[in-house]
T-cell receptor, first 111, second 114 residues
Framework: SQQGEEDPQALSIQEGENATMNCSYK?????LQWYRQNSGRGLVHLIL?????REKHSGRLRVTLDTSKKSSSLLITASRAADTASYFCATANNAGNMLTFGGGTRLMVKP | DAGITQSPRHKVTETGTPVTLRCHQT?????MYWYRQDPGHGLRLIHYSYGVKDTDKGEVSDGYSVSRSKTEDFLLTLESATSSQTSVYFC?????????????FGDGTRLSIL
């Protein structure tokens, strides 16, 4: 069963707009990670946020984590056509030996 | 990009045949993982390894076995392939456990079982 569930499943925006994706999970976690997957390729790591952190930034990416609500969000600001991809959240269990992935959000950024 | 090579990249085979997928890394990372990716299920962990000859089961391990005789190679074997094992298989590596480090992925093997 999936630990993380992304919302929405698909998102279409124009270049320059912001894109927000949400992730909910069920059990306590060590950390939460976001990955990007371009069509036909493997996943690429974007950000890792630990359970004691609330917000983290990396370039145009901003991730928040609310452990009380068991949810996280990924914000991509000033989106570009090159941001078109699927985005996955993944939770690391407390034992730190496994990641459990959600079903992903498909983002399309139109030029 | 992390040095991860999966082989073969594509394979078509018949039900009941054995299949072995190979993951080779040049990063000397301790941890290696096998996932399968299916529509509607995201990625699901099959098996992982935390060192040479040290492996453990993941979420969907039935019908799969793994071996790791060298740091750089992690093999996934389907002893008798079934159509339900048609999927895209990804190998991933990490320097240490996922409590501290992200995973780096190969580009996948697309396996079709007829």
């Amino acid at each position: 069963s999936q630990q993380g569930e992304e919302d929405p499943q698909a998102l279409s925006i124009q270049e320059g707009e912001n894109a927000t994706m949400n992730c909910s999970y069920k059990t306590s976690i060590n950390n939460l990670q976001w990955y990007r997957q371009n069509s036909g390729r493997g996943l690429v790591h974007l950000i890792l946020i630990r359970s004691n952190e609330r917000e983290k930034h990396s370039g145009r990416l901003r991730v928040t984590l609310d452990t009380s609500k068991k949810s996280s969000s990924l914000l991509i600001t000033a989106s570009r056509a090159a941001d078109t991809a699927s985005y996955f959240c993944a939770t690391a269990n407390n034992a730190g030996n496994m990641l459990t992935f959600g079903g992903g959000t498909r983002l399309m950024v139109k030029p | 990009d992390a040095g991860i090579t999966q082989s073969p990249r594509h394979k078509v085979t018949e039900t009941g045949t054995p299949v072995t997928l190979r993951c080779h890394q040049t990063e000397n990372h301790r941890y290696m993982y096998w996932y399968r990716q299916d529509p509607g299920h995201g990625l699901r962990l099959i098996h992982y390894s935390y060192g040479v000859k040290d492996t453990d089961k993941g979420e969907v391990s039935d019908g799969y076995s793994v071996s790791r005789s060298k740091t750089e190679d992690f093999l996934l074997t389907l002893e008798s392939a079934t159509s339900s094992q048609t999927s895209v298989y990804f190998c991933a590596i990490s320097e240490s456990s996922v409590s501290n480090q992200p995973q780096h992925f190969g580009d996948g093997t697309r396996l079709s079982i007829l």
